[in-house]
T-cell receptor, first 111, second 114 residues
């Protein structure tokens, strides 16, 4: 059973479109991270959110942590081909200890 | 890039043979983690370490053991490899210096068990 469910699993959009990826759970997390992974490489950390309701922006990417700290979303504005990759969310139940990853969202941005 | 390397990067082995994967860091971070990544499952934690000689199990630890005799090295051993252990293995590091909920990943080791 996957502790964190991501949706959608696959997303193919045109350059310039907006998109949102969701990461949901019935469990509470002390923090939640978002990563991007490219083929043949390890995941690269994009952001960590720790406070319920927190919103963080990284250029065209907006990350939100749910008020109850059970879910998160990643919104990309005006997607570009360079955004193509596998997006993973991960939650920490106890600080520094176990991290649980979602199954990922594979994003393709078509020029 | 975080100073983290994994060796070997690729390995093909036969069922029943022992295999050891190495993770090496130059960052002096306290925490080190081993994950496996499989289609449909994402990344799953195998074992982690919170200091020299201090390790604990993750969610998929059966069939794996780890050792950490010094800060910079974290070894993952498959005592008797099985085909179900064919996967891509990632090491990650983290610690107080970068925030306890921050992890930096290595490039991965692709292991095939025939």
């Amino acid at each position: 059973t996957q502790l964190l469910e991501q949706s959608p699993q696959f997303l193919s959009i045109q350059e310039g479109e907006n998109l949102t990826v969701y990461c949901n759970s019935s469990s509470v997390f002390s923090s939640l991270q978002w990563y991007r992974q490219e083929p043949g490489e390890g995941p690269v950390l994009l952001v960590t959110v720790v406070t319920g309701g927190e919103v963080k922006k990284l250029k065209r990417l907006t990350f939100q942590f749910g008020d109850a700290r059970k879910d998160s979303s990643l919104h990309i504005t005006a997607a570009q081909p360079g955004d193509t990759g596998l997006y993973l969310c991960a939650g920490a139940r106890n600080t520094g200890n176990q991290f649980y990853f979602g199954t990922g969202t594979s994003l393709t941005v078509i020029p | 890039d975080a100073g983290i390397t994994q060796s070997p990067r690729h390995k093909v082995t036969e069922t029943g043979t022992p295999v050891t994967l190495r993770c090496h860091q130059t960052e002096n971070h306290r925490y080190m983690y081993w994950y496996r990544q499989d289609p449909g499952h994402g990344l799953r934690l195998i074992h982690y370490s919170y200091g020299v000689k201090d390790t604990d199990k993750g969610e998929v630890s059966d069939g794996y053991s780890v050792s950490r005799s010094k800060t910079e090295d974290f070894l993952l051993t498959l005592e008797s490899a099985t085909s179900s252990q064919t996967s891509v293995y990632f090491c990650a590091i983290g610690g107080e210096a970068v925030g306890l909920d921050t992890q930096y990943f290595g490039p991965g080791t692709r292991l095939t068990v025939l």
